[in-house]
């Protein structure tokens, strides 16, 4: 499972990106394909992105990764979005 960044406010887990893009279609609509282009996240990126949950804790991306693999380590999903 990897994370794939959907558009600039979406991110989402899933096996391949063509799995990414299905679910987000089936959750969200549409890909806008003239200012959305999915791809994955480097290590880097997953090492430097940050999230921030309501009571306070901030987890990289790649914490939050590992949690989420522990939860459901083979369900397509929403990862992080920056509208919820």
Known sequence: MKVF???EFDWYLAKSIEE???QYELDVGPIDSDEDVPRGLSV???AT???TFE???KLSFAEHL???LIRNP???R???????
């Open 66 to 68: 590992k949690h989420e």
């Open 20 to 22: 990414a893009a299905e």
């Open 78 to 84: 929403i990862f992080a979005s920056l509208e919820q």
């Open 44 to 46: 880097e990126e997953m």
């Open 74 to 76: 083979a369900e397509p």
């Open 49 to 51: 992105l940050m999230l």
């Open 5 to 7: 960044e959907m558009n």
């Open 55 to 57: 009571d306070g804790r």
